[in-house]
Each structure stands twice: as structure tokens, then as C-alpha cells.
């Protein structure tokens, strides 16, 4: 998403800085692909060769692992007058993310809100809306969905639609809260889809609509079952002692890559674990279409085998945040990092 932005930026600012694309265009190319190693030496490359360009510095953010070092860079091309608007109101969207990740949410909307108001996109009033409904301001949140909920953007109505059903619901309006999740279900092509679907469910059974709800849940379970059991499985905690872990990832139906890349990094995200593995097969496929390194890990105990997929290495927990913070988050997927 990070890259589709400043991609479009290029447009905007070639004919000012004639340089400014090049390198940075390359990394950002390499980043929409998931190939971060590629990425980072490009965006590495076009910020040495002019440090002072906004697009350079913003590219090269995006490529650190150092968090500190990527949030000085953010706060300079957002506080960089001569910076295209748009780059400026990444930069702040970026930060945003940060402190969202780290729990931030009043900074997280401070940053998120300066963002929307340099640039009232439709993506910035969403991750506002988000900040907003977490610090608990849910008027803010609705009025900023409702526009987008109602908008021709399919997948931006669909996530608009799936986060005001989060706002009514939070606000015990469960007919508005089924309504809304009900209008991000039938988006069939939308992300959002399974939990919208699963919000329904529950948004029917505290309105005792009995029937309504087991259809829902009927249909969860028929399309995404893998959504129903990671739901039940992941919300159990994991023992930290007496198990013997055994990664699955490079089996004959799987990708060798995943399993070598990040052998050092101590965090992952968890996206999901199941008791089949032919669930988390399915939930595999889905994510190596997005991201390059995606394994399944197998957790035995007591007799029983829970696999467990994952996404990404990390040399810290900071970088695993902010990772799913830019990457999971935006698709709506739910994750938590783990050491490996």
C-alpha cells in the first residue's frame, strides 16, 4: 500500500526533482513484491545519492529496522515544507502507525489526524477512524466511516463498512452494527469478509435473532472455516515450557525459501493456528501470494499437534509490530507476535 502511494508520488514530483525517481523507484517496485532484501539496497542506494529529497528519505524509512532512526526520517519529510503533500502526509500516516503499534493511540491520532487533514484520503480517514474508536471517541470514528462506507472503492467500503459495524457495536447499536457487518459480508471479493460475516453472527445473537445468527455462522463455517478454528485455537494461551517444536514449512508442498529466510530473528507474527493442517494449508496458499516468507510450524503436547501459521522474521519485537502494523493490519488480518 506504502508503495502504490509513493509510487503515485513519482508522478507528481518528477518534474520538480527529475532524480527522484530511478532508485527509489526500483526499491519501491521491489517492496510492492515483498522482496525487501532487493528493496532495501535500492532505497539505500537512491538515499545516498541525495539524502535531501523527501521521496528518498521516505523509501529509505521504509527499509529500516532500526525504528528510531525510520521515525527521525518520518518526522523530517513530514516536517519538510517543500515536501509534495502527499509524501508529507506518508510520512505522518507512518508515524501514526508506529505509535498505533506501540499502543499510542492518542499520538497515534494526533499524527493520523494531521495526516487526513493535509490529505483527506479515504485510507488516511480510515486508520483515523481506527485510532479514534481505540481511544474510545466513537462519534469521530462514525463520522469519518460513514463517507467512505458509502463510496464506489469497493475494498475501501468494505473495510469502512466492517469498522463502522466494530463502531456500533462497541456502542451496544447492534441493529446498526448487523447492518453495517451485513453490507461488508456481501462484498464477496472484499477482505474483510470473514470477519464481517462472524461480526454479523454475533451481532444477530445479541438481538436473540437465533435463526439469523446460526445462518451466519453456517456460512463462516462453510467458506472460511479455517477462521472459525483459528478463532477457538489462537485465543489459548501457549505454553512456554515442555513442548517439542518442529518447523513444517519446507514439506514437498511448501516453499524452501520461507524456511531459510530469517533463521536468526527472534519474532514472528502469528496469523493463525489450527488443529488441521489442511487449514492452515489453506490459510498458507493465501498469504504466499502476499508475502514471501510464510511458514507452519508445528507445536506438539500431550499428544495433540496445533500448527501454527506465520509471517516474517524479526530481530526485535518493535520490528515485528510495526511490520504488521504497515503490512497485516491494512488487510484487516489479526496477528500477534511470538518469538520463533
Known amino acids: 500500500m506504502l508503495a502504490r502511494v509513493l509510487a503515485a508520488a ?10 527522484c525517481a530511478g532508485d527509489a523507484d526500483i526499491g519501491l517496485a521491489f517492496l510492492e513484491q515483498g522482496k525487501v532484501r532487493e528493496a532495501a539496497e535500492y532505497c539505500r542506494r537512491a538515499y545516498q545519492s541525495d539524502s535531501t529529497k523527501a521521496l528518498n528519505a521516505l523509501a529509505y524509512a521504509t527499509t529500516l529496522w532500526n525504528a528510531d532512526r525510520a521515525a527521525a526520517l518520518y518526522q523530517r519529510v513530514a516536517g519538510d515544507q517543500n515536501a509534495d503533500a502527499t509524501l508529507r502526509g506518508e510520512a505522518l500516516m507512518r508515524l501514526g502507525g508506529m505509535q498505533y503499534a506501540r499502543g499510542g493511540y492518542e499520538t497515534a491520532y494526533d499524527a493520523f489526524d494531521k495526516a487526513w487533514r493535509m490529505h483527506p484520503s479515504p485510507e488516511a480517514g480510515r486508520f483515523l477512524a481506527r485510532a479514534a474508536i481505540n481511544k474510545g471517541d466513537l462519534v ?7 463517507p467512505v462506507a458509502s463510496g464506489d472503492n469497493r475494498a475501501q467500503a468494505s473495510h469502512a463498512s466492517y469498522l463502522l459495524g466494530n463502531v456500533h457495536f462497541l456502542g451496544q447499536e ?17 477482505a474483510h469478509r470473514a470477519p464481517s460475516i462472524a461480526g454479523a453472527a454475533l451481532s444477530a445473537s445479541m438481538l436473540e435473532r437465533k435463526k439469523l445468527a446460526r445462518g451466519y455462522r453456517d456460512a463462516l463455517a462453510a467458506q472460511y472455516d479455517f477462521y472459525l478454528e483459528s478463532r477457538l485455537v489462537d485465543s489459548v494461551e501457549t505454553p512456554p515450557l515442555d513442548f517439542e517444536e518442529q518447523d513444517i ?11 531459510s529466510a530469517g533463521r536468526d530473528a527472534a519474532y514472528t507474527l502469528q496469523v493463525g493456528a489450527f488443529a488441521s493442517l489442511a487449514n492452515a494449508r489453506k490459510l498458507w496458499r493465501t498469504l504466499r501470494k502476499d508475502f514471501d516468507n510464510v511458514t507452519i510450524s508445528a507445536l506438539r503436547r500431550e499428544g495433540k499437534t496445533l500448527h501454527r ?20 493490519q491494512p488487510g484487516g488480518m489479526t496477528y500477534r507476535v511470538t518469538r520463533k
Not at 501459521?309 to 497485516?328: I, N, P, Y
Open 10 to 19: 513519482l508522478v507528481v514530483c518528477a518534474p520538480l526533482a527529475g532524480a
Open 140 to 146: 469521530k470514528a462514525e463520522a469519518l466511516l460513514v
Open 174 to 190: 447492534y441493529d446498526k452494527a448487523l447492518t453495517s457487518y451485513s453490507r461488508a459480508a456481501r462484498m464477496e471479493d472484499a
Open 249 to 259: 514449512a519446507a514439506r514437498a508442498d511448501f516453499s524452501a525459501a520461507a524456511e
Open 309 to 328: 501459521v506465520r509471517v516474517g522474521s524479526f530481530a526485535t519485537e518493535e520490528q515485528a509490530r510495526e511490520f504488521g502494523t504497515a503490512r497485516l
